[in-house]
């Protein structure tokens, strides 16, 4: 996966598989997590607020993507051992 001189590349897939993932993270993470719906837009504070949880979902969602593309890839080299 990561060796060095190879560049590193997420497939088509994997960034479709990104999008719910996202978005389910950051909708726990604003409403549930964070409890956002008590916050306005009134002060720079609580929209940066927004940016930031939604950063921080976005780095959640990215690694989780990472996760099931390593699995996905021991998997694969498992089975090409077996043949």
């Known amino acids: 996966m990561l060796v060095k001189g190879h560049n ?3 497939s088509l897939f994997y960034w479709l598989l990104f999008i719910p993932i996202f978005l389910g993270i950051s909708y726990k993470a604003l ?3 964070w409890q956002i719906q008590k916050y306005y837009f009134s002060e720079l ?3 940066a607020r927004y940016i930031f949880v939604l950063a921080i ?4 969602a990215f690694i989780y993507v990472l996760i099931i593309r390593f699995i996905v890839f021991l998997f694969q080299k498992q089975l090409h051992l077996n043949k």
Request: net charge negative; hydrophobic share 55%; glycine share 0%.
């Open 45 to 47: 504070e609580d929209f």
């Open 8 to 10: 590193f590349k997420l």
């Open 31 to 33: 409403f549930f997590d």
């Open 57 to 60: 979902s976005f780095i959640e």
